[in-house]
């Protein structure tokens, strides 16, 4: 069955913004189209008027050439419209099979739910994708990853014509990405209609066939993805390539004394890590998803138990135990998942940039000197150039590398002597991406240590000083910037330990 989608002249109005300015396409059946653009070009406000979330202020959209109006995300469901966005929209407490068929529990002839037809329709999705997902466990028991398969299917068991990914993969492994791209591929070639939003260009090359991109509330171009390389994607999206953007950045060839020394640390999950990090330096740790890369810095930050070994700041053997201790001993650490470890969504910007600093911000009788926080907040917003109207504005209100930046900016207040950067540019934009290698730059040019963790590999490249990479909980390699290759990387992250020194002597 063929389906499409049409969108004629839409546009979209908010105070102060024009969200959507005579957007105009038509997507078909037996393609994926994946939306391209920076946070606020558009994509998700256009989702959110094909859902119902949102109405269009002029215009309309057609589905299978016929006008439809949609008032609120029920309409859409019934109308073979699903909308899966990042943040999950499950119940905790209910299993895998009862969320699936939220609002539509089937009925046994005495009206009573049919749990046993649920599960056994839960099974049978569950099977046909290679999920491994059980349906009556109960939701909140499951991973991240899981929950996000949850919610897919949802919109599959709804048997949707229509269907959206809004960044699906934020949360997911390498492994989970792949059952994902396998049933994108199963619905495209069943007839569905398919919109992937996505930042990861390496995501966009393997899924989708078309790219429509957006920027600034308008639709700049539709292209065909295998014949457009990445530069020029780049290009109609922000006017410049990714590589130019790296060519901007200052290189620290001679760094400064050292700053951090680890010496076999072990934890839980890291054997034997050692290494040095130098006052002025940008060093990037790379390695494979498990790697270790993310529970040597919790160590280091008092978070992760240290069952042996040494850590020196400054040529002082420290240990912190907690994140309090490893702030007052110099560390700040921003971690990866911004929406659970970073922001605390319900209060404002100038909460979130302040929050690490209350004790200096009271006066003698303990009460908080609002006058202070306001100046701190508006010297931060200012410097790291958070897109906001005010300090006050809620931060879960504003777009993810915006959020990102008031992260950075708390902890930069605490004057850091060692900043940890863990997958700091994940789910934001190329601009946004571009100002915060500005800012990481600017941190070491400060006399910093910055350590950056990155799964891009473009992007550890083109910010590192030097690189190590881990592989099952070890330190297996070190570039320095000379050698800094995807090949060498990848050698060093994939090898096994018998043939690790043959590799990299063959890459010497």
């Not at 002249?9 to 913004?17: E, L």
């Not at 991109?213 to 700049?220: A, C, M, P, Q, S």
Request: charged share 25%; net charge negative; hydrophobic share 40%.
């Amino acid at each position: 069955m063929s389906n499409s989608v049409e969108f004629r002249h839409i546009s979209k109005y908010f105070p102060g913004v024009k969200a959507l300015d005579d957007i105009s396409f038509q997507a078909t059946s037996g393609q994926v189209y994946a939306f391209l653009g920076e946070n606020g070009a558009g994509k998700s406000t256009l989702l959110k008027i094909l859902n119902g979330d949102y109405q269009p202020d002029f215009g309309e959209y057609l589905i299978n050439d016929k006008p439809i109006h949609f008032s609120t995300p029920k309409d859409a469901i019934a109308h073979g419209v699903s909308v899966i966005y990042q943040e999950r929209q499950i119940l905790l407490d209910m299993t895998v099979a009862e969320n699936i068929f939220l609002g539509d529990w089937p009925r046994k002839k005495n009206g009573m739910v049919d749990f046993d037809q649920m599960n056994e329709r839960t099974a049978a999705i569950a099977k046909r994708f290679g999920l491994s997902i059980s349906p009556d466990t109960k939701v909140g028991s499951l991973s991240i990853a899981h929950q996000q398969m949850v919610e897919i299917m949802k919109a599959i068991n709804r048997d949707s014509n229509i269907i959206a990914f809004d960044e699906p993969t934020a949360s997911l492994s390498d492994k989970e990405i792949d059952i994902l791209f396998d049933i994108i591929r199963q619905l495209k070639a069943e007839g569905k209609v398919i919109f992937y939003v996505s930042h990861r260009m390496n995501e966009i090359a393997q899924v989708a066939q078309k790219v429509i991109i957006f920027k600034d509330g308008r639709l700049v171009s539709i292209v065909d993805q295998a014949t457009t390389p990445e530069d020029e994607l780049i290009r109609l999206m922000v006017g410049r390539s990714l590589g130019d953007i790296f060519n901007d950045l200052p290189h620290n060839e001679k760094p400064g004394e050292d700053l951090l020394e680890v010496k076999e640390l072990c934890t839980p999950y890291v054997n034997k890590v050692s290494f040095t990090a130098h006052r002025g330096e940008i060093l990037g740790f790379a390695g494979l998803v498990g790697a270790g890369r993310t529970e040597v810095m919790r160590a280091l930050f008092g978070l992760d138990r240290v069952y042996s070994g040494t850590i020196r700041m400054e040529g002082k053997e420290v240990a912190p135990k907690s994140p309090a201790q490893a702030l007052n001993l110099g560390f700040a650490m921003v971690p990866e998942d911004r929406k659970m470890q970073g922001i605390l969504p319900n209060i404002s910007v100038r909460g979130n940039i302040t929050i690490s600093m209350l004790k200096k911000l009271r006066n003698k009788v303990g009460f908080l000197q609002t006058d202070k926080e306001e100046e701190i907040a508006q010297k931060e917003i200012k410097e790291l150039n958070v897109r906001t109207p005010d300090s006050a504005k809620l931060i879960s209100q504003l777009s993810g590398g915006n959020q990102q930046k008031v992260i950075l900016a708390r902890w930069l207040e605490t004057h850091p002597k060692v900043l940890i950067l863990d997958e700091p540019t994940k789910g934001i934009d190329v601009v946004a991406k571009a100002e915060f290698y500005r800012i990481i730059t600017e941190c070491a040019q400060q006399g910093m240590a910055v350590i950056v963790i990155s799964s891009e590999l473009p992007e550890i490249i083109g910010l590192s000083d030097r690189i190590l990479v881990m592989r099952d909980g070890r330190i297996s390699g070190e570039l320095l910037r000379k050698d800094f290759s995807e090949e060498k990387i990848l050698t060093y992250a994939m090898a096994s330990e018998r043939g690790q020194e043959t590799k990299q002597e063959a890459l010497a």
